[in-house]
């Protein structure tokens, strides 16, 4: 089973708005990762936030983890059509080698 | 572009066939995992190779083997082909592990 579990399933905003999407996961973690998924093709790397790191920026992106909670979270702020996407988050345990995908969460940028 | 590239792009077989599927890792990246993503699901780890030597499995079963090959070339071969294999097959090249992976673009099988 999957550990990261992302939430909302599905989001649709306007373009300008913000998106914020929420990732949970289950055991202890060496970092956590957001990637981005176009149409079924391969996954884009967006950023990386070690268990040490409370919260990262890059761009429009900022990503947030909670250790306590078990919990990030992905902003996306002033959304354009082109961020229309999969998002995902995975995760790298510690005492293991696999990185865990959660099920995604599909945004709907409408311009 | 990640430079990681995945041959083929499509492939369609039946049930019971073998296929191998093919990964070019980008320039100087020793680790490579595969990943088995069905439609609407998030990727599911197969798989990792380090230095030629596998590294960890995901829950798949034997009949899903892979090669890492001294260029850092990978291969995943998939015997006794099963319907619920349909899926979008990605590989990803790294340094080391648990860092920023690089995804190629995906081999998408069809199993009719």
């Known amino acids: 089973s999957q550990q990261g579990e992302e939430d909302p399933q599905a989001l649709s905003i306007q373009e300008g708005e913000n998106a914020t999407m929420n990732c949970s996961y289950k055991?202890?973690?060496?970092?956590l990762q957001w990637y981005r998924q176009n149409s079924g093709r391969g996954l884009v790397h967006l950023i990386l936030?070690?268990?040490?790191?409370r919260e990262k920026h890059s761009g429009r992106l900022r990503v947030t983890l909670d250790t306590s909670k078990k919990s990030s979270s992905l902003l996306i702020t002033a959304s354009r059509a082109a961020d229309t996407a999969s998002y995902f988050c995975?995760?790298?345990?510690?005492?293991?080698?696999?990185?865990?995908f959660g099920a995604g969460t599909r945004l709907f940028v409408k311009a | 572009e990640t430079g990681v590239t995945q041959s083929p792009t499509h492939l369609i077989k039946t049930r019971g066939q073998q296929v191998t599927l093919r990964c070019s890792s980008q320039?100087?990246?020793?680790?490579v995992s595969w990943y088995q993503q069905a439609l609407g699901q998030g990727p599911q780890f197969i798989f990792q190779?380090?230095?030629?030597?596998?590294?960890g499995r995901g829950n798949f079963p034997p009949r899903f083997s892979g090669l890492q090959f001294p260029n850092y070339s990978s291969e995943l071969n998939v015997n006794a082909l099963e319907l619920d294999d349909s899926a979008l097959y990605l590989c990803?090249?790294?340094?080391?592990?648990?860092?920023?992976?690089?995804f190629g673009p995906g081999t998408r099988l069809l199993v009719l």
């Open positions: 055991t202890s973690i060496n970092n």
């Open positions: 995975a995760t790298d345990n510690t005492g293991g080698f696999k990185t865990i």
């Open positions: 320039s100087g990246h020793n680790t």
């Open positions: 190779y380090y230095r030629e030597e596998e590294n």
């Open positions: 990803a090249s790294g340094e080391g592990f648990q860092e920023t992976q690089y």
């Open positions: 936030i070690r268990s040490n790191e």
